[in-house]
């Protein structure tokens, strides 16, 4: 292709609009209204059934509790109201949840509406986008195929990290692609900002797509290149101010005042940061985590599932994301070739760059990881995928006079539906009809797509709207389920729970390590959903655990799947037990103390009191140190030490955890409450 077709010189060549105008000259009266529809219409939709979530991820609810009772435990992201220890990433993403449960109470809506609201402002950002140098359609497309990824519903209405990280880095491309078009130095600067904020919701991750962003701006902003250096090297000086305060903070704080950083074997958020969130990752080699360091399996396989090119589209991942990642990534080749011979400068190839940049450095680093990788990571990608398909498809339907431009768009409508085939075939119990007519829809489609433009509009619009439905009908009907299913946990999937299928070496038959209810855990299993309901939806009659503020799990039962022994989910919290740890609970800086994040989160949700976890989420970091803990309780600042957290209270040997643990057992009186045990940490053994 070439671009001296009217409709690609428009597109390669076309002026940059004022800032202010943020409508294109010549968009029907109709744009606005349906733009404000859909966005509407993806919040109302995340909102639906969202309480059945529950507490969703306990570990981080706990720290949004104690956020919303202590400003200090607000400003480090602790996990108890007593500042024992911290989560394991920065807080920026527990501080709208913080403040929102400040200001309503303590329950699921609280928690959870302002992951609803990301959502809807990452929707409108990439509509603002989009829009910009491509149609009102391109930008309208991109928000549904957004709104319609499985992973997406998913993380956007579960109380993880990666919802304000998707809104960020989509805001993040949004400015570099403003700086393009003038070279004007402010946008570059709130670029670096929403990097560096960014920074302070998940760390390194944050900085993924900074090569293809920078790259694109350096090569393709109409400005002197000397001006573009300059412009990037303030842009990440902005980048290091907005992300480094927090640590600096952190790191120059007296360390006997400050919570213990979770997740660091030394205290150190920079440890943190580099070492178990960083290049641990990548190598596996991550210390403090399960089994210790280098468990990851290296590239190939290992616990959290196979690694290499095809990751994004096997058994694990395929149904959260990659149902439109073959066709953004044939859109993406396409729209680099009508606009290949633009000028340099040209800002429509620098959006395809930018973002196709953006989705190919996330998802190969996603891919070849050999450490901690989750299904719901890919959110990350959903916002790329979506702008490539909405870009990608305007500039196809404007070129398709050409025979070779209606060749592309009918090939990449067609192979979506026989892809879309290959996922749903994976559940072949889910809606089989389903199976049979995308890849028929789509294949109609696709040989519609290839008519001649002269034939007239309504065969047109008509081909088009049957491959909008057959591209879009297995993940719509994906996100359905995830919209109609409660989600808790560490580790949750999107869609149908036959298809949460993770991370154990063996493949489709290995055993779950997380699915649609909140996380199988590690086998031995659970009944599907993890909650002991299909889809892990909140048992009829569930209610409110008794003056709690998340729904109740009959007693006895796991919440959130039972995995690993409480290290990937908490425990039920009966009334009895909350009776008695509440029972002189403002005597104590702490009402109790348990081994583990997830176990000591529970109580806490339960009892609005502290609880110490000790050893941080894994129960391997060492904090406190047996000394410290007996000093703590000699000082009388903890009353009740609850048994059985973090793979049954042993999690990591013979290290800090496990000397408490057998300390506390040798020293102080058990109690025992349905099946649940304590020690009474101010009545000693005889």
Not at 31 to 56: D, E, I, K, M, Q
Not at 75 to 95: C, E, R
Not at 560 to 580: P, T
Not at 640 to 659: D, E, K, L, S
């Amino acid at each position: 292709m070439t671009t001296h077709h009217p409709t690609a010189e428009a597109l390669a060549a076309g002026p940059a609009r004022p800032a202010s105008d943020d409508r294109r000259p010549g968009d029907p009266s109709w744009v606005r209204p349906v733009l404000l529809a859909l966005l509407l219409a993806t919040g109302l939709a995340y909102l639906w059934n969202l309480s059945a979530s529950g507490s969703a991820n306990s570990f981080y609810s706990a720290a949004v509790q104690a956020g919303s009772q202590s400003w200090k435990a607000f400003f480090f992201g602790s996990l108890d109201a007593g500042n024992a220890i911290t989560v394991d990433k920065p807080p920026a993403a527990l501080w709208p949840m913080a403040l929102s449960v400040r200001l309503f109470g303590l329950n699921s809506w609280a928690v959870l509406v302002p992951q609803v609201l990301m959502g809807v402002g990452t929707a409108a950002v990439l509509y603002a986008a989009v829009r910009r140098r491509f149609s009102a359609l391109a930008g309208l497309l991109a928000v549904v195929v957004l709104a319609l990824t499985p992973v997406a519903a998913l993380m956007f209405r579960f109380n993880n990290p990666d919802a304000l990280l998707a809104l960020l880095m989509t805001t993040a491309v949004y400015c570099v692609l403003r700086a393009v078009e003038d070279g004007r130095t402010k946008w570059l600067a709130w670029a670096g900002a929403a990097v560096g904020l960014a920074f302070l919701a998940k760390t390194l991750q944050a900085f993924l797509i900074l090569p293809p962003l920078a790259l694109v701006y350096a090569v393709c902003a109409p400005v002197r290149l000397r001006r573009r250096l300059g412009q990037l090297a303030l842009s990440a000086a902005v980048m290091v101010v907005v992300g480094g305060w927090w640590v600096a903070a952190v790191e120059l704080w007296p360390a006997s005042s400050r919570p213990y950083v979770g997740g660091s074997q030394h205290n150190s958020f920079l440890e943190l940061t580099f070492g178990y969130n960083g290049f641990g990752r990548l190598s596996g080699d991550e210390t403090g985590s399960v089994g210790g360091g280098g468990r990851g399996g290296g590239p190939g396989g290992g616990m959290f599932g196979e690694s290499g090119v095809t990751r994004m589209f096997g058994d694990s991942v395929g149904g959260q994301i990659a149902w439109l990642l073959p066709a953004a990534l044939l859109l993406l080749a396409a729209g680099l070739a009508v606009t290949w011979r633009a000028r340099r400068a040209d800002p429509a190839r620098a959006a395809f760059l930018a973002w196709g940049g953006a989705l190919l450095t996330t998802a190969g680093v996603f891919s070849f990881m050999a450490g901690i990788f989750h299904q719901y990571y890919t959110v990350a990608l959903a916002p790329y995928l979506a702008a490539l398909v909405g870009m990608g498809t305007a500039v196809l339907w404007e070129e398709r006079a050409r025979i070779a431009a209606r060749a592309a768009l009918a090939a990449t409508v067609a192979g979506t539906g026989v892809w879309s085939y290959v996922l749903l075939d994976r559940t072949p119990d889910y809606l089989p009809w389903l199976r049979w007519a995308v890849p028929a829809g789509g294949l109609a489609a696709g040989a519609a797509l290839l008519l001649p433009p002269r034939l007239g509009r309504l065969p047109a619009r008509l081909a088009a709207g049957l491959a909008i439905l057959a591209c879009l009908g297995g993940p719509a009907a994906y996100t359905l389920t995830t919209l109609n299913s409660g989600h808790t946990g560490s580790i949750v999937t999107a869609g149908p729970a036959e298809a949460g299928r993770t991370g154990m070496p063996g493949g489709r038959g290995a055993p779950r390590f997380g699915e649609s209810g909140g996380g199988r855990g590690m086998p031995g299993g659970q009944l599907p959903g993890g909650r002991g309901m299909p889809g892990g939806a909140t048992p009829p009659g569930g209610g409110r655990a008794p003056g709690g503020a998340f729904p109740a799990l009959p007693e006895g039962a796991g919440r959130g799947g039972g995995g690993m022994g409480g290290l990937l989910d908490g425990a039920q919290v009966s009334a009895k037990a909350k009776a008695m740890l509440e029972q002189d609970a403002g005597d104590y800086i702490w009402a109790a103390a348990s081994v583990g994040s997830q176990n000591a989160a529970s109580y806490q949700l339960a009892t609005e009191k502290p609880v110490m976890a000790i050893g941080g989420f894994n129960g391997t970091d060492p904090s406190p140190t047996l000394a410290q803990f007996k000093a703590y309780v000699q000082q009388g600042r903890i009353h009740w030490f609850i048994a059985g957290g973090g793979m049954g209270g042993r999690m990591g040997g013979n290290g800090t955890a496990a000397q408490i643990t057998s300390w506390v057992e040798q020293m102080y009186q058990k109690v025992t409450v349905g099946s649940a045990t304590f020690y009474d940490l101010t009545a000693p053994q005889a």
